[in-house]
């Protein structure tokens, strides 16, 4: 297993690479309020969500602001919140496993239409990047499908080398297959890019006491 990850690196230059052909995409049917408050602020302010917001009839008062955050890729940010409903669906008890993979892959398309909006629009720092990124990597997880997500969480750092979440959930899957030594550099690595991340040093600690048990 150690063999099979450990060489496994994306270039910089890659990190655009083979994200055109992702599939097709899905609105979530009957989205629920509690649904949208478990995903981000700015999806009740996004088009194609319950609120009723359409690009082209009718604004959320708030769109400005957003677009100001966002750019351009505000209009398409409602596939990142179809996204994070399929996640939370994918996750109810007794789905069969087949609508399961399938409610996850749709989640990774919906966050790759983000990602290629970004590119089209020429928002390479799109502020959510680093998030869709990290999200994927998680759905791949989900999928058991660990190499993908490597590929995804270090691009997420590419994106944003201080955002903490994907040295976490990396090293975490690490952890899982018994790959010890690379969890902890791992954690190494982003504590001497955040040094004193309470969330890095909460893992290290979890990592740790897990370690001491076995």
């Keep these: 297993v150690t063999a099979r990850f450990?060489?496994?690196?994306?270039?910089?230059?890659a990190?655009?690479?083979a994200l055109a052909a992702h599939g097709a995409t899905a609105q979530p049917t009957n989205m629920t309020p509690g649904e949208v408050a478990l995903t981000h602020p700015v999806c009740?302010?996004?088009?194609?969500?319950?609120?009723?917001?359409?690009?082209?009839?009718?604004?959320?008062?708030?769109?400005?602001?957003?677009?100001?955050?966002?750019?351009?890729?505000?209009?398409?940010?409602?596939?990142?919140?179809?996204?994070?409903?399929h996640l939370q669906r994918a996750a109810r008890p007794g789905l069969p496993k087949q609508d399961r993979d399938h409610t996850i892959r749709v989640a990774i398309r919906d966050f790759y239409y983000v990602v290629n909006e970004a590119k089209?629009?020429?928002?390479?720092?799109f502020v959510l990047l680093?998030?869709?990124?990290?999200?994927?990597?998680?759905a791949y997880i989900l999928l058991q499908e660990y190499?993908?997500?490597?590929?995804?969480?270090?691009?997420?750092?590419?994106?944003?080398?201080?955002?903490?979440?994907?040295?976490?959930?990396?090293?975490?899957?690490?952890a899982r297959l018994?790959?010890?030594t690379q969890a902890r550099e791992l954690l190494d690595a982003g504590l001497k890019v955040m040094p004193g991340e309470?969330?890095?040093?909460?893992?290290?600690?979890?990592?740790?006491?897990?370690?001491?048990?076995?």
């Design 198 to 214: 309470p969330n890095l040093l909460e893992a290290m600690r979890k990592q740790g006491n897990a370690g001491a048990e076995t």
């Design 120 to 125: 089209r629009n020429g928002e390479d720092q």
């Design 44 to 85: 009740q302010d996004a088009q194609g969500m319950p609120a009723g917001w359409v690009q082209h009839f009718r604004h959320s008062p708030r769109a400005p602001y957003w677009e100001g955050v966002m750019g351009k890729t505000f209009w398409a940010v409602h596939h990142y919140c179809w996204a994070l409903i």
């Design 6 to 13: 450990r060489s496994l690196r994306v270039p910089l230059a």
């Design 130 to 138: 680093p998030e869709l990124f990290y999200r994927a990597g998680e």
């Design 178 to 180: 018994g790959m010890r």
């Design 15 to 17: 990190l655009w690479l």
């Design 147 to 174: 190499p993908a997500a490597i590929v995804e969480f270090e691009r997420s750092r590419q994106a944003k080398p201080d955002y903490w979440p994907p040295y976490v959930a990396q090293s975490q899957m690490h």
